[in-house]
């Protein structure tokens, strides 16, 4: 059908004149929806969009384009907000082989809740990983785009699996070299026993190779260091918080030197943060293009399980239960804390979610990504970005900031605006309609009524029957685990 509108369009464009003696054809057209400029923070009344395949081929005063042209499908977006889809950029996939089909399922679960595409920042799956993208990109698995960095550069016997060892510069080249012939989309660089002096040289080598880079920073090296050798993204806003502690290069040389251990090192930290050394370090970032994705949700989460031990969340029966069983070791290590610990887990999550305002006034980009997956307790895929979102809102970030994080933000990363974060003509046909205003309450990306990937139309009905599915898959493996 697609190929038979695209003849004709070709057909048309050929003989009519730029007065349209006849209307174009298009596949899909939206129409009477309020455009959500996201760039401008500012909304866009009464707009006609016409989508072909997975582009957008035109945008305008609904009246106008629904003059010149036609469409098989068309979709009514009066009173509704029409953005472009969301992006989550820190997911990850894992558990081992036996979890594959549990890590499969969550596929379906972004899309639901307009999430069109995903940045694995990988786990102990990273073949698997990489053949869903394939899949993906090639129409044969349903689900969001996904960039993924394969497996992630660790040191010897780290305590990730799935990881790529190196100890040396040789192993390093070795690494890349495979990642390379994996054609992965960024670098993932982790510090659980990486020398220090091979994770900068892992992210100078990631420069020179063109390759975007992320990473978890050793405590012996400070932010700015990282960042000098070229790293492309700081995970998780504690390292954000580091870079602001006025004595961090001399507890990274003393924690080099073992003059003191972790939990001396993290103490001095937390007791350190001064808001002038901050703001500089921050305004660093943005002259060096250096963006920092928080992952605010999961610190939360796992800083009040006192609080809220998330047993009766509804979301969990979209949880396969061996993915539910890994979250244990984080409830488990939670439980043991003594109440001082409690409470210091508290404001620490305070102190840490406190730096989020400072740079966005820095002008550093900020990125939203959840950490959701294995492991990560009750950060669930899919709603998981929304709870990110309000609590960007609830720390400092207009709503319209905010929505720019899940939207505009990842293209960037990668060098993609171009394509994404924009409902514009020629963009990509990566949609969500919401039935409220983002602007005004960053909680209306919840208000989904209809879904657009790559120019397909999922409707209210056809989003509810994917979580259907999955909580029936998920039903039927609770069941097969009962003894």
């Known amino acids: 059908m697609k190929s038979l509108f695209l003849a004709c369009a070709a057909a048309i464009s050929a003989v009519a004149a730029p007065a349209f003696a006849a209307a174009a054809k298009g596949d899909v057209i939206i129409r009477h929806a309020t455009v959500v400029d996201v760039e401008h923070a500012r909304t866009v009344a009464d707009q006609a969009v016409v989508l072909r395949g997975s582009d957008i081929v035109?945008?305008?005063?609904?009246?106008?384009?629904?003059?010149?042209?036609?469409?098989?499908?068309?979709?009514?977006?009066?009173?509704?907000?029409?953005i472009p889809g969301l992006w989550d950029m820190h997911v990850h996939f894992g558990g081992g082989p036996e979890l594959i089909e549990e890590n499969k399922a969550l596929l379906p679960l972004y899309l639901a809740h307009g999430i069109t595409t995903i940045r694995d920042c990988s786990g102990d799956l990273p073949e698997q990983v990489l053949a869903w993208r394939d899949e993906i990109a090639g129409g044969k698995l349903q689900g969001p785009q996904l960039f993924t960095s394969g497996a992630k550069i660790e040191g010897l016997k780290?305590?990730?699996?799935?990881?790529?060892?190196?100890?040396?510069?040789?192993?390093?080249?070795?690494?890349?070299?495979?990642?390379?012939?994996?054609?992965?989309?960024?670098?993932?660089?982790?510090?659980?026993?990486?020398?220090?002096?091979?994770?900068?040289?892992?992210?100078?080598?990631?420069?020179?190779?063109?390759?975007?880079?992320?990473?978890?920073?050793?405590?012996?090296?400070?932010?700015?260091?990282?960042?000098?050798?070229?790293?492309?993204?700081?995970?998780?806003?504690?390292?954000?918080?580091?870079?602001?502690?006025?004595?961090e290069a001399a507890i990274a040389a003393d924690f080099a030197a073992k003059r003191i251990d972790r939990a001396a090192a993290n103490q001095r930290l937390d007791q350190g943060f001064d808001r002038d050394v901050a703001m500089a370090a921050y305004r660093r970032f943005a002259a060096q293009d250096m963006s920092v994705t928080p992952t605010l949700n999961g610190g939360r989460?796992?800083?009040?399980?006192?609080?809220?031990?998330?047993?009766?969340?509804?979301?969990?029966?979209?949880?396969?239960?061996?993915?539910?069983?890994?979250?244990?070791?984080?409830?488990?290590?939670?439980?043991?804390?003594?109440?001082?610990?409690?409470?210091?887990?508290?404001?620490?999550?305070?102190?840490?979610?406190?730096?989020?305002?400072?740079?966005?006034?820095?002008?550093?980009?900020?990125?939203?990504?959840?950490?959701?997956?294995?492991?990560?307790?009750?950060?669930?895929?899919?709603?998981?970005?929304?709870?990110?979102?309000?609590?960007?809102?609830?720390?400092?970030?207009?709503?319209?900031?905010?929505?720019?994080?899940?939207?505009?933000?990842?293209?960037?990363?990668?060098?993609?605006?171009?394509?994404?974060?924009?409902?514009?003509?020629?963009?990509?046909?990566?949609?969500?309609?919401?039935?409220k205003n983002p602007l005004q309450d960053i909680a209306a990306t919840r208000a989904i009524s209809t879904v657009i990937l790559r120019g397909e139309v999922y409707d209210r009905a056809a989003l509810d029957a994917m979580l259907d599915a999955t909580r029936k898959q998920v039903a039927a493996w609770n069941a097969a685990t009962k003894p």
């Open 58 to 82: 035109a945008v305008g005063d609904d009246k106008d384009i629904a003059a010149k042209w036609q469409a098989p499908r068309s979709v009514e977006g009066k009173g509704q907000y029409l």
């Open 158 to 247: 780290p305590v990730w699996k799935g990881t790529i060892e190196v100890g040396s510069q040789a192993d390093v080249d070795a690494a890349f070299a495979r990642l390379q012939r994996d054609r992965v989309d960024f670098v993932k660089i982790t510090d659980s026993t990486l020398d220090p002096p091979l994770f900068l040289y892992a992210v100078a080598r990631a420069k020179q190779l063109g390759l975007r880079s992320s990473g978890h920073i050793p405590m012996a090296l400070t932010v700015q260091q990282a960042v000098d050798a070229g790293l492309s993204s700081i995970e998780h806003l504690d390292y954000a918080y580091k870079a602001g502690v006025k004595d």
């Open 301 to 435: 989460i796992l800083a009040f399980l006192d609080r809220d031990t998330h047993a009766d969340d509804a979301y969990l029966a979209y949880i396969g239960p061996k993915l539910r069983k890994t979250y244990d070791w984080r409830i488990e290590r939670a439980a043991k804390a003594t109440p001082a610990e409690i409470q210091a887990r508290h404001e620490r999550y305070a102190r840490v979610a406190a730096v989020l305002p400072l740079l966005q006034q820095a002008g550093v980009t900020i990125i939203a990504g959840t950490d959701a997956g294995f492991l990560n307790s009750f950060n669930y895929p899919g709603i998981g970005l929304h709870d990110e979102l309000g609590l960007f809102v609830e720390n400092g970030l207009t709503p319209a900031q905010a929505l720019s994080t899940a939207t505009r933000s990842g293209p960037a990363w990668f060098g993609k605006l171009v394509r994404y974060g924009a409902v514009a003509e020629g963009k990509a046909a990566d949609l969500v309609l919401l039935q």
